[in-house]
């Protein structure tokens, strides 16, 4: 097989895994994610008559153009829903200057989210949606992706969001927004990624950052970092090393988006371009 069937076949498995998740109708975003031909169109000249979000890859291939001291900082949305360690850990990147990025707004799905308090001390706006806004999580992510996009964000991070996303800003935000997953993806998926790993006794685990699509942790993966378990570590001496580990990981992912090196191929896997 030649490695154009292999990516082929390789692309038609992720259609098939995400089709096949257990998602509501709703949950996928259909045409704005497969339908091939919404880009012929466009290619035909008739973009008017498809209103595309514009694409990750034109977005990046910009950026790596422009001169690195003249690209503006990175404009992103930050999600969460707990104590936003991650959210802390970009702000001292962007603080220290290792990252070029500007939080334009946090966006909390509990009022109680302690990582609304790191947000505000550090001047940032947010938003926080109540559980009755949940009530309809499609309408939710409607106000959500209609508010980051007034807030002129590009990206879209979540750091500990324990909610899906779904359509309404998966395709506003098409292959634009990531996630930080604490295992080594596709293993221990969910929301107990560390226990589960450490339930089952591995002896290696690590974070993934991934691109959030329909499929819940089954998106294109654009980094990871593996961590050996040592013996004797109980979960929370294995929890701190996760998150040590995430926190230096997160800001460098977004520092490559911010240096425009990321490319989704159309086999959905990401390319990491050389710095430019
Ligand atoms: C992190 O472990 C992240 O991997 C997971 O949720 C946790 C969030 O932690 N998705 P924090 O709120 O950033 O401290």
Known sequence: MSSKDDSVAAFEEYRRLVEGAELSPEALPGEAFFDESAEREVDAGNAAAVRKPLDINDLQDARAAQDAAERAPLPIGVLLSGSGTNLQALI????????????????ASRPSAYGLKRAEAAGIQTLTLSKDVY?????????????????????VV?????????????????????NIHPALLPS???????????DRGVKVTGVT????????????????????VEEGWDVETLEEHIHAIEHVLYPDVVQLLADGRVHVRKDLKVEVRPRG
Not at 92 to 107: E, F, H, P, R
Not at 209 to 228: C, E, F, K, T, W
């Open 92 to 107: 001292d990147a962007i603080g220290a200057g290792t990252l070029n990025a500007q939080i334009k707004l946090v966006v």
């Open 135 to 155: 009530a309809d999580p499609i309408q939710a992510d409607e106000v959500i992706a209609h508010e980051l996009l007034a807030a002129g964000c590009e990206y």
């Open 158 to 178: 979540m750091a500990g969001y324990m909610r899906m996303v779904h359509a309404p800003l998966l395709a506003t935000f098409p292959n634009r927004v990531i």
């Open 188 to 198: 221990f998926t969910g929301a107990h990624g560390i226990q589960d790993a450490f």
């Open 209 to 228: 950052v991934h691109i959030a699509n329909a499929a819940y942790d089954m998106g294109p993966i654009i980094a990871q970092r593996s961590l050996a």
